[in-house]
């Protein structure tokens, strides 16, 4: 208790050179907050006994206070590494936008732009059009439209086929989504009526056939792209429930969540259907996300058959659900790469981490480890393992990637110890503990992120 008497008091403290500087650059309240809360901390260390004498020196106290402060005011959203694997990975911003995508991005923020003006005809235009011809192009759908993510979309679509109605859904496809949310309660906020057939495993065209009535608007079609049913089951396809809709008289909706513009079935062992396929199938209106597979920002794209697309664009909804320019910028961007299969697995950093190859990967993971062994000090080893990446993001649930760990050990240190600290640096570094061991995926991690994941390791040793 005899440390509380070494506190110093706030006036004197912001009386001091290295806090007076610190004044200089700050605003005085912002100072005041960080000197309050070092003091706090010292005085709760003092009760405790946790303390030498030494922290409650004039240098050690300034050096606080400027610690505290830099806390105070850096940005709540920050730049990570991801060293964990997981590609699309939703808590750590899913897609890495391509870098057509952020050179647009950097244009459009800078400057005006043509956002909802139409340039050829000197009059106001639609921000929609910025991407629907080529979305369009890219999928074989008359008409498109697009909003803030894939659960708007399906909000916005529910709400002009079937406010007040009936939509038919398959048990086995009544989905949740991250975050609590789910297809129930979306098909329930557009005033649409829930009816469900089939069961949780098996659903039959005959199910559908039963369940309509002069209450039906649409069939709903939800890809279970965030999980899977394996064993005795049956789902109805999309040219089956196209076909039923033609016999009925009631148009098919599909949600395809994760949203794939390009063939897969060559590259991962694991079949995910395009939006091609279903727009081929005759399904009238399709919505699926920016974020996931497709590789870039946040959306929610809706292609379908011209009359109902129209008759979104007139919907009151459109307006909260409608998208920023930026958004705008950097999707256009995304979507000009589809034009060329190629192109888009070269340049979409989604595509190229999910189909690298094991011994791409070994490679690049024996390239890393080396660089980090010469960067780093003797007390960091590293060592290669065999493991498996995911895509994450609620895609491809059943699809285990083959990778090459590295394993990083620090003496001393735990791999819990190594992972809490990383995840506290000021370019935090995010990885996996697997078997006792902390590890990093070269599959996510980035060219630039060398250099700041070496600091962070020398950091941590030191």
């Known amino acids: 208790m005899q440390q509380l008497k070494l506190i110093p008091k706030v006036d004197r403290v912001l009386e001091w050179e290295g806090v007076r500087r610190l004044l200089s650059e700050q605003p005085r309240e912002l100072v005041l907050k960080a000197v309050r809360q070092v003091l706090d901390l010292l005085r709760a260390g003092a009760r405790a006994g946790s303390l030498d004498d030494a922290a409650f020196a004039e240098q050690a106290v300034c050096t606080a206070v400027l610690r505290e402060l830099r806390m105070l005011t850096r940005p709540s959203l920050r730049r990570v590494i991801n060293g964990s694997g997981i590609v699309?990975?939703?808590?750590?911003?899913?897609?890495?936008?391509?870098?057509?995508?952020?050179?647009?991005?950097?244009?459009?923020?800078?400057?005006?732009?043509?956002?909802?003006?139409?340039?050829?005809?000197?009059?106001?235009?639609?921000?929609?059009?910025?991407?629907?011809?080529?979305?369009?192009?890219?999928?074989?759908?008359?008409?498109?439209?697009?909003?803030?993510?894939?659960?708007?979309?399906?909000?916005?679509?529910?709400?002009?086929?079937?406010?007040?109605?009936?939509?038919?859904v398959s048990r086995g496809e009544l989905v949740e989504i991250g975050g609590s949310f789910r297809i129930p309660e979306v098909m329930r906020l557009s005033g649409v009526t829930l009816r469900e057939v089939g069961t949780t495993n098996r659903t039959h065209p005959k199910d559908y056939?039963?369940?309509?009535n002069e209450n039906t608007a649409v069939f709903l079609k939800v890809h279970c792209s965030n999980f899977a049913v394996l064993g005795f089951t049956k789902e109805v396809t999309a040219e089956e429930m196209v076909e039923?809709?033609?016999?009925?008289?009631?148009?098919?909706l599909a949600d395809m969540g994760s949203g794939n513009?390009?063939?897969?079935?060559?590259?991962?062992?694991?079949?995910?259907?395009?939006?091609?396929?279903?727009?081929?199938?005759?399904?009238?209106?399709?919505?699926?996300?920016?974020?996931?597979?497709?590789?870039?920002?946040?959306?929610?794209?809706?292609?379908?058959?011209?009359?109902?697309?129209?008759?979104?664009?007139?919907?009151?909804?459109?307006?909260?659900?409608?998208?920023?320019?930026?958004?705008?910028?950097?999707?256009?961007?995304?979507?000009?790469l589809y034009r060329d299969e190629m192109v888009a697995f070269k340049e979409v950093p989604t595509l190229r981490m999910l189909t690298a190859t094991l011994p791409e990967l070994t490679g690049r993971a024996r390239k890393i480890a080396g660089q980090l062994r010469r960067r780093t000090p003797d007390a960091v080893s590293f060592k290669l393992t065999d493991g498996f990446s995911?895509?994450?993001?609620?895609?491809?649930?059943?699809?285990?990637?083959?990778?090459?760990?590295?394993?990083?050990?620090?003496?001393?240190?735990?791999?819990?110890?190594?992972?809490?600290?990383?995840?506290?640096?000021?370019?935090?570094?995010?990885?996996?503990?697997?078997?006792?061991?902390?590890?990093?995926?070269?599959?996510?991690?980035?060219?630039?992120?060398?250099q700041d994941l070496a600091a962070a390791l020398t950091a941590l040793a030191g």
């Not at 056939?209 to 309509?212: E, G, H, L, P, T």
């Open 244 to 252: 039923l809709g033609k016999q009925a008289g009631v148009p098919v």
């Open 261 to 336: 513009l390009v063939d897969l079935s060559g590259k991962l062992p694991c079949p995910e259907p395009t939006v091609q396929d279903f727009v081929r199938a005759g399904v009238d209106v399709i919505t699926f996300s920016g974020d996931k597979l497709l590789g870039g920002p946040q959306a929610g794209i809706i292609v379908g058959k011209k009359p109902f697309i129209e008759a979104m664009k007139k919907h009151q909804l459109l307006r909260a659900l409608r998208m920023d320019k930026l958004t705008l910028a950097s999707l256009e961007a995304t979507l000009a």
């Open 209 to 212: 056939q039963n369940a309509v």
């Open 88 to 168: 699309i990975h939703t808590n750590l911003g899913r897609s890495i936008l391509p870098e057509a995508a952020r050179d647009a991005l950097n244009t459009i923020a800078f400057s005006y732009s043509n956002l909802e003006f139409d340039l050829d005809q000197g009059v106001r235009g639609s921000r929609y059009s910025h991407v629907e011809a080529l979305l369009c192009e890219l999928t074989g759908a008359e008409a498109a439209i697009v909003v803030n993510n894939n659960a708007a979309a399906v909000l916005l679509t529910l709400s002009a086929m079937a406010a007040g109605r009936e939509a038919v």
């Open 390 to 450: 995911q895509a994450g993001g609620g895609t491809l649930p059943l699809l285990n990637l083959p990778t090459m760990l590295i394993e990083v050990a620090v003496e001393g240190l735990s791999p819990n110890d190594i992972e809490s600290r990383l995840r506290g640096m000021e370019i935090p570094v995010i990885g996996r503990i697997s078997k006792n061991a902390f590890l990093l995926d070269p599959r996510t991690l980035q060219d630039d992120d060398l």
